[in-house]
């Protein structure tokens, strides 16, 4: 027997739990928690990630049109909590969780070192769907941890305890 609900916020278990990191046009870097995501492309590569327009980070990916997902692995969980319960407006966070950064080769933004996958992204479309708005961007580059390929130097995410 199933009983009818009038809502439920996360309709979709598991979710992915991601950082989307980003840099405004002066140079800061931020850095939020992000769990409305998905593949929408194989060709071309394309993803989403949704940003609730009150998010700090959610004007800088709106202006620069770039960002990056950065998957996060289990050993991480701290940082993606801290991530996604403080403001970029109010401290900066990257700094404060002492996270090496690297320059993306394709867009200018941070690459989180830390987290083993770095998917640089630009953004081709946007979808208000209520309390998100949902930015679709096209991966120009990926960067991947040298322990993830397997022996045929083909990536095995398998190998990633994902939060």
């Known amino acids: 027997?199933?009983?009818?609900?009038?809502?439920l916020k996360n309709c979709i278990q598991p979710r992915p739990n991601l950082i989307v990191s980003?840099?405004?046009?002066?140079?800061?870097?931020?850095?939020?928690?992000?769990?409305?995501?998905?593949?929408?492309?194989?060709?071309?590569?394309?993803?989403?990630?949704?940003?609730?327009p009150s998010r700090y980070s959610y004007s800088i990916v709106k202006e620069t049109g770039v960002?990056?997902?950065?998957l996060v692995p289990k050993e991480l969980e701290k940082e993606y909590y801290y991530l996604g319960s403080h403001s970029g407006r109010d401290e900066n966070k990257i700094k404060n969780l002492n996270l090496e950064v690297k320059d993306g080769i394709e867009v200018n933004v941070p690459l989180l070192v830390d987290f083993p996958v770095n998917i640089e992204?630009?953004?081709?479309?946007?979808?208000?769907t209520g309390s998100h708005e949902m930015f679709i961007g096209k991966v120009e580059r990926v960067h991947v941890a040298e322990e993830l390929f397997d022996d045929e130097r083909k990536v095995?995410?398998?190998?990633?305890k994902l939060l």
């Open 1 to 7: 027997m199933k009983k009818e609900l009038e809502t």
């Open 22 to 52: 980003c840099r405004d046009q002066k140079g800061k870097d931020n850095a939020l928690a992000v769990a409305y995501a998905g593949n929408c492309s194989y060709d071309p590569p394309m993803l989403m990630v949704g940003i609730v």
């Open 67 to 70: 960002f990056v997902v950065n």
């Open 121 to 128: 992204c630009r953004v081709v479309d946007s979808i208000l």
């Open 156 to 160: 095995d995410l398998s190998k990633i």
